[in-house]
């Protein structure tokens, strides 16, 4: 274990560990489920952050541009699935999302510091001219699309490609429709199934 102050005191944190006080302090207020955020929104999360850091050293001094451009690298190296497991917090959380944002900021300041030799703050760096109440929602927007792409529409292309081979399975089997309570136009089953698939589509 180490030592890690920050301005609300002292905190003990894994030596192996890449996030700070703020994170340890979330872990022990909120040991709720179990489970941490899922990789999709922690990806999200960090993509805004490199974001930040992109518009940040457009803007910032020469002499602190490296620093940003080391918090981008870092994000980039989470982005592409790397030390997922400095994710700990708890997805039950209190707030905004400021205990996982803070998580997002002290991992990154700390491999933006490993790899450039440079100090980086999780605040003041990391987080400038962000808070935790525009960049959780975002993220979880953002991560609301990637699921969406990567997992809804392919599972619904499936199911209407199901739907419509039991449309065509299921097309010499005729029925009476339903309207209200009362027997309507005759229709097949087929029929039917192709309206589940067309209305998917």
């Known amino acids: 274990m180490r030592t890690v102050h920050d301005t609300l005191g002292s905190m003990e944190v894994p030596d192996g560990a890449l996030y700070g006080a703020q994170t340890a302090r979330a872990l022990a207020n909120f040991p709720v489920s179990g489970r941490p955020l899922p990789e999709v929104l922690i990806r999200s999360l960090v993509r805004i952050k490199r974001a930040w850091a992109v518009t940040n050293g457009r803007h910032a001094s020469p002499e602190r541009r490296p620093v940003f451009a080391?918090?981008?690298?870092?994000?980039?190296?989470?982005?592409?699935?790397?030390?997922?497991?400095?994710f700990p917090v708890d997805v039950y959380q209190t707030g905004s999302g400021t205990s996982s944002n803070m998580n997002a900021n002290e991992v990154l300041a700390r491999l933006?510091?490993?790899?450039?030799?440079?100090?980086?703050?999780?605040?003041?760096d990391v987080n400038r001219c962000q808070s935790s109440n525009d960049v959780f929602?975002?993220?979880m927007q953002l991560a609301l699309i990637e699921v969406i792409q990567t997992r809804l529409f392919p599972a619904?292309?499936?199911?209407?490609?199901?739907?419509?081979?039991?449309?065509?399975q299921f097309s010499g089997i005729v029925k009476v429709g339903r309207t209200h309570l009362q027997d309507a136009t005759p229709v097949t089953l087929g029929q039917e199934f192709s309206a589940y698939a067309a209305q998917l589509a």
């Open 156 to 168: 619904l292309a499936g199911l209407e490609a199901a739907l419509l081979e039991k449309a065509d």
């Open 112 to 124: 933006a510091a490993s790899a450039s030799g440079l100090p980086v703050h999780p605040n003041d």
């Open 137 to 139: 929602p975002t993220a």
């Open 70 to 86: 080391a918090i981008g690298k870092a994000a980039l190296l989470i982005e592409s699935g790397q030390h997922l497991d400095q």
